[in-house]
């Protein structure tokens, strides 16, 4: 049944749409242990006829992306999400034999899709974790790992009921919800750092020479970190309004030209309401605005109010030139930036406060505004693969990050900054209220040689339970080291089934671009825990 009912939604709607079944374990789970008592059905038999649905949604692709959103991201994957585990709406731990057969399956065929996520509240037996860990181990980039006892948290802030935020979980990349009966859109990516571009040019856009934003002042006359930072938060708030106005414009568009009679027959309330599942017929109807690059936005900040501001070690004028000319001819500055300043993911309350900072005002730009549905815009930190675009319309960024490069994803430290281990980099986060998001993604990559023992996958266990237990959302893996990386670049042929985590999905390594690619290899090496 599930089966046609993703047919007749991904026929009707854009392929891309993360269209997927939730708690898919706990649905089977009562099926599965009725035709299990009754002798109708083997474990083995129960495993197959799973395989057989992975496969089904693997061999169904998303249509090619064209224009902007191909340059933004070339996958092909439909961002399909098989939620397992978690909790039940009565609070139980959700966990059964169904769920510990799909790691079975996700283990053994890894292929791209579907995608799929393990849910590890406090409840959740450790014995599942283990499993999971083993699997995370493989080396395809998932299963991603989610919060229960934060995100119910944060669907109960928005307004859920306690079942009904139980029951929600991750619809696509990071991005949470009440199945079933919400229809939870995201309106686009905020290039943060690119706000803070603007706002070091007085309201023009370097890269384009346009005006993109309003008059707050030159920095180069700014006598003070604050000042600094009153005109950041000022352009923040005008970009986001602007944002509000043409998303909620959007939004009439789909409601009137663009309505989803078949999805909005098997969404709550929309029958009842006699509304479609764009026009406010769902039980909740949420936006999200999804922000990205927190890491490099910190650590350009955290430059300029350490070097321009406390130490004067350098002027606003010899920062900014050095920038406008992509650090030509100034390597001294940049290597001073990139290694005498303290940057987010490290523990560092000189970053981690700024970070919390400008975390703090995301939420006050965004958090509550209505929109046209009868529901609320909300903050997520997901970037997908857009923070690889967004840094190829910038220039380049105080914190010594070149013209083009990647910026940082989601809540992850930028690339190469988190010197301190993964330890610290979740110290870091956790500083952060996840339950004031509807997300929050976190990449890390380890060296294979990590996780070769039992007892190393039983640490990464505890590494998850340890960010989980400080409050974090969400963290996934890459376990492949740089010389692998660079090898099936140069031998593609060698490496057809290598799958990475890009962003909330994994992604054969031979079809992505050299820009993804790139940003994938350029990320932080582990070595420890």
């Keep these: 049944m599930y089966w046609f009912v993703h047919l007749g939604t991904i026929t009707e709607l854009n392929g891309w749409d993360a269209m997927n079944p939730g708690h898919f374990d706990q649905h089977l789970a009562a099926f599965y242990e009725a035709e299990i008592a009754a002798g109708t059905l083997s474990r083995e038999q129960a495993k197959e006829l799973l395989c057989c649905f992975w496969i089904k949604v693997n061999n169904h692709t998303a249509p090619p992306k064209v224009g902007i959103t191909a340059r933004e991201s070339g996958t092909y994957n439909d961002f399909t999400n098989i939620n397992i585990g978690g909790i039940t709406g009565e609070g139980k731990d959700g966990v059964s034999d169904?769920?510990?057969?799909?790691?079975?399956v996700i283990e053994e065929l890894h292929i791209l899709q579907p995608g799929n996520s393990v849910h590890i509240s406090s409840k959740t037996p450790d014995r599942f974790l283990h499993a999971a860990c083993k699997v995370i181990r493989q080396g395809h980039g998932y299963p991603s790992v989610f919060n229960p006892?934060?995100?119910?948290?944060?669907?109960?802030?928005q307004g859920k009921s306690l079942e009904d935020a139980r029951e929600g979980g991750c619809s696509g990349?990071?991005?949470?919800?009440?199945?079933?009966?919400?229809?939870?859109?995201?309106?686009?990516?905020?290039?943060?750092?690119?706000?803070?571009?603007i706002t070091l040019n007085n309201g023009i856009d370097p890269v384009s020479g346009k005006r993109a934003g309003i008059d707050v002042g030159d920095p180069r006359e700014f006598t003070s970190y604050d000042q600094l930072y009153e005109a950041f938060t000022r352009q923040l708030n005008f970009i986001v309004d602007t944002k509000v106005r043409v998303s909620n414009y959007i939004d009439r568009m789909f409601a009137k030209y663009a309505p989803a009679p078949f999805l909005s027959v098997v969404i709550d309330d929309c029958i009842s309401k006699g509304k479609d599942y764009y026009d406010g017929g769902p039980r909740y109807n949420t936006n999200y605005i999804q922000c990205t690059g927190l890491g490099t936005t910190t650590d350009s900040l955290s430059v300029l109010k350490k070097h321009v501001f406390e130490e004067q070690k350098f002027s606003m004028d010899q920062i900014l030139d050095a920038v406008a000319k992509n650090f030509e001819g100034e390597e001294f500055l940049r290597q001073t930036v990139l290694n005498k300043t303290p940057f987010f993911g490290n523990?560092?309350?000189?970053?981690?406060?700024?970070?919390?900072?400008?975390?703090?005002?995301?939420?006050?730009?965004?958090?509550?505004?209505?929109?046209?549905?009868?529901?609320?815009?909300?903050?997520?930190?997901?970037s997908t693969t857009c923070h690889i675009y967004f840094g190829k319309?910038?220039?380049a960024t105080p914190n010594g990050r070149l013209a083009g490069k990647s910026i940082s994803d989601g809540t992850s430290p930028s690339h190469g900054a988190d010197t301190h281990g993964p330890s610290m980099v979740i110290q870091s986060l956790t500083k952060l209220d996840h339950t004031m998001s509807g997300g929050t993604l976190l990449n890390q990559r380890f060296l294979p040689s990590l996780?070769?023992?039992?007892?190393?996958?039983t640490k990464l266990g505890h590494l998850i339970r340890?960010?989980?237990?400080?409050?974090?959302?969400?963290?996934?893996?890459?376990?492949?080291?740089?010389?692998?990386?660079?090898?099936a670049q140069k031998c593609p042929e060698d490496y057809k089934d290598l799958l990475v985590r890009m962003a909330g999905y994994s992604d054969y390594f031979n079809d992505m671009n050299v820009d993804l690619q790139q940003e994938v290899i350029e990320r932080t090496e582990n070595e420890s825990f």
């Design 173 to 197: 990349c990071i991005e949470v919800g009440a199945f079933g009966k919400e229809a939870f859109l995201l309106t686009g990516y905020l290039n943060v750092p690119k706000v803070l571009e």
């Design 347 to 382: 523990n560092d309350e000189h970053a981690d406060d700024i970070a919390l900072q400008i975390y703090a005002d995301l939420l006050e730009a965004i958090d509550g505004k209505p929109n046209v549905r009868g529901g609320n815009f909300h903050l997520n930190m997901l």
């Design 149 to 157: 006892d934060v995100y119910v948290t944060e669907l109960l802030r």
């Design 451 to 457: 996780l070769k023992r039992d007892e190393d996958i």
């Design 98 to 104: 169904v769920s510990y057969i799909m790691l079975e």
């Design 393 to 395: 319309v910038m220039g």
């Design 466 to 487: 340890s960010y989980f237990t400080l409050g974090g959302h969400h963290i996934q893996f890459n376990i492949v080291d740089t010389a692998t990386l660079k090898a």
